[in-house]
């Protein structure tokens, strides 16, 4: 059979932030070789206008879903079998099953020969449902299925799932625990690797501090730089940064997610709740690591005034590169939940409507008007990243002059600049006119 693999795009433009995605070198590698394969990025390049394969196979996020759907449409013959799997599958799968003919719910490592074979036999079924049995050293890459460079950065991945439990974090959704990989792993596939600059995607690199340590001990005599996501609780352990600069980390990612302890503790953001943000802030600097801050704003405990205190945090701290969101409810999610029992949400199914756009508000805040979160995020975004705040930020910070710092302080800030006009209050994935998504 032939499978064809899409990677989607939220919109119809070619991106300039794209990163190699992790699934399908790993679904390659699970394909049996009689099978052909080919893969499209849909961000990296146009589509075709038709795709003559057996199987079309879209992994889904909330985000893209509609485009999934628009391209299921487009695709769908009545020889082929659209499959979609990804986030979205694991908390929408009866939506899913409206647009494909099989739904992976879970990670789709765990189903996919089974759906394959099942294919094969002109008998796939509507749902395959996987565990989170599968030990993850099991799972190895076949990168052969990349056509694109992704600018010569490695992406790689420790574990699956994340110690906390933020109300608006979509995570839980898909990982009940954590799984890890062991630091011997990482060193071998880091060892094999021709990239110089890679980027640990795990949504929490930190789990415990002896792991994290010996991970850190083992990779650094490879030699290569690298940038990942920590939580507040690791940021305040002077002897982990030591480690991880050693280990050639140059960028740490920390979700501040809000300046206001009652917007925290609505989060459930525990971790961050007893934090002297500007301390953190300065301990990480000693060591010499750029921060890449992200914010979500538009909590019940935020005022109007939130969008000022929280910019002027970020510049006076002088962060490398910031994302400054409107909170989302993501179905699935404790925050979607209680805003669909309160009555709050704008759109039945945000990722739906074609009304919807993004940047915009998916729900009504309780201290401020829709209109106001989306400005006010926007406001901060285009501020944060003019010409005279990424100069400001640039020449108050030495940490920003290292050889490696100063080059990824400015591809991120110019690329970050460039992206928030291209996506702001576009349409997510184009008309799908479906009646009840508002």
Same mark, same amino acid.
């Given at each position: 059979?032939?499978?064809?693999?899409?990677?989607?795009?939220?919109?119809?433009?070619?991106?300039?932030?794209?990163?190699?995605?992790?699934?399908?070198?790993?679904?390659?590698?699970?394909?049996?070789?009689?099978?052909?394969?080919?893969?499209?990025?849909?961000?990296?390049?146009?589509?075709?206008?038709?795709?003559?394969?057996?199987?079309?196979?879209?992994?889904?996020?909330t985000f893209t879903a509609k485009r999934a759907y628009i391209l299921a449409?487009?695709?769908?013959?009545?020889?082929?079998?659209?499959?979609?799997?990804?986030?979205?599958?694991?908390?929408?799968?009866?939506?899913?099953?409206?647009?494909?003919?099989?739904?992976?719910?879970?990670?789709?490592?765990?189903?996919?020969?089974?759906?394959?074979?099942?294919?094969?036999?002109?008998?796939?079924?509507?749902?395959?449902?996987?565990?989170?049995?599968?030990?993850?050293?099991?799972?190895?890459?076949?990168?052969?299925?990349?056509?694109?460079?992704?600018?010569?950065?490695?992406?790689?991945?420790?574990?699956?799932?994340?110690?906390?439990?933020?109300?608006?974090?979509?995570?839980?959704?898909?990982? +009940?625990?954590?799984?890890?990989?062991?630091?011997?792993?990482?060193?071998?596939?880091?060892?094999?690797?021709?990239?110089?600059?890679?980027?640990?995607?795990?949504?929490?690199?930190?789990?415990?501090?002896?792991?994290?340590?010996?991970?850190?001990?083992?990779?650094?005599?490879?030699?290569?730089?690298?940038?990942?996501? %920590?939580?507040?609780?690791?940021?305040?352990?002077?002897?982990?940064?030591?480690?991880?600069? +050693?280990?050639?980390?140059?960028?740490?990612?920390?979700?501040?997610?809000?300046?206001?302890?009652?917007?925290?503790?609505?989060?459930?953001?525990?971790?961050?709740?007893?934090?002297?943000?500007?301390?953190? %802030?300065?301990?990480?600097?000693?060591?010499?690591?750029?921060?890449?801050?992200?914010?979500?704003?538009?909590?019940?405990?935020?005022?109007?005034?939130?969008?000022?205190?929280?910019?002027?945090?970020?510049?006076?701290?002088?962060?490398?590169?910031?994302?400054?969101?409107?909170?989302?409810?993501?179905?699935?999610?404790?925050?979607?939940?209680?805003?669909?029992?309160?009555?709050?949400?704008?759109?039945?199914?945000?990722?739906?409507?074609?009304?919807? *756009?993004?940047?915009?508000?998916?729900?009504?805040?309780?201290?401020?008007?829709?209109?106001?979160?989306?400005?006010?995020?926007?406001?901060?975004?285009?501020?944060?990243?003019?010409? *005279?705040?990424?100069?400001?930020?640039?020449?108050?910070?030495?940490?920003?002059?290292?050889?490696?710092?100063?080059?990824?302080? %400015?591809?991120?800030?110019?690329?970050?600049? +460039?992206?928030?006009?291209?996506?702001?209050?576009?349409?997510?994935?184009?008309?799908?006119?479906?009646?009840?998504?508002?």
């Open positions: 059979m032939k499978i064809t693999f899409i990677r989607l795009n939220m919109f119809e433009h070619i991106s300039s932030d794209a990163m190699k995605p992790l699934l399908f070198s790993i679904i390659k590698n699970l394909t049996p070789e009689e099978h052909e394969i080919d893969f499209i990025d849909e961000r990296v390049e146009k589509l075709p206008e038709q795709i003559d394969s057996d199987i079309i196979a879209f992994s889904v996020e449409k487009k695709y769908r013959t009545d020889k082929n079998i659209i499959v979609m799997g990804g986030f979205h599958a694991c908390v929408m799968p009866d939506e899913i099953l409206k647009y494909a003919d099989s739904v992976i719910i879970g990670d789709a490592e765990d189903s996919w020969g089974e759906f394959l074979a099942d294919c094969a036999a002109g008998k796939p079924r509507k749902k395959y449902i996987s565990g989170e049995s599968r030990p993850l050293e099991l799972l190895h890459e076949d990168r052969s299925v990349y056509k694109h460079g992704y600018y010569g950065i490695g992406v790689y991945q420790i574990s699956r799932g994340c110690k906390f439990n933020c109300d608006f974090c979509s995570i839980k959704t898909m990982y +009940k625990c954590v799984r890890r990989k062991s630091a011997e792993v990482i060193y071998e596939e880091l060892r094999q690797s021709r990239e110089k600059i890679i980027f640990f995607v795990d949504d929490n690199l930190f789990y415990d501090r002896a792991s994290a340590i010996e991970l850190f001990r083992r990779i650094a005599p490879l030699k290569k730089k690298w940038a990942c996501q %920590i939580s507040m609780d690791a940021a305040r352990d002077d002897e982990l940064l030591t480690e991880m600069k +050693k280990s050639g980390c140059f960028l740490v990612l920390m979700g501040f997610e809000s300046l206001n302890p009652e917007s925290l503790g609505e989060m459930h953001k525990t971790a961050n709740r007893s934090a002297d943000f500007e301390e953190v %802030i300065k301990r990480i600097y000693r060591h010499r690591l750029l921060i890449y801050g992200t914010f979500v704003l538009g909590c019940d405990g935020d005022n109007t005034d939130v969008f000022d205190r929280t910019y002027e945090f970020a510049v006076k701290n002088k962060l490398a590169v910031t994302n400054f969101n409107p909170l989302i409810p993501m179905p699935g999610t404790e925050v979607y939940s209680r805003m669909e029992e309160q009555g709050r949400l704008l759109y039945k199914r945000w990722w739906l409507s074609d009304r919807y *756009r993004y940047g915009e508000t998916a729900f009504q805040p309780k201290n401020m008007t829709p209109e106001q979160l989306r400005d006010g995020c926007l406001k901060m975004r285009t501020d944060f990243y003019s010409v *005279r705040c990424v100069l400001k930020r640039l020449f108050s910070n030495p940490v920003n002059f290292l050889p490696m710092n100063l080059l990824v302080f %400015i591809l991120a800030n110019i690329i970050s600049h +460039k992206e928030i006009h291209r996506k702001q209050g576009q349409l997510l994935g184009g008309i799908l006119n479906e009646t009840d998504a508002d």
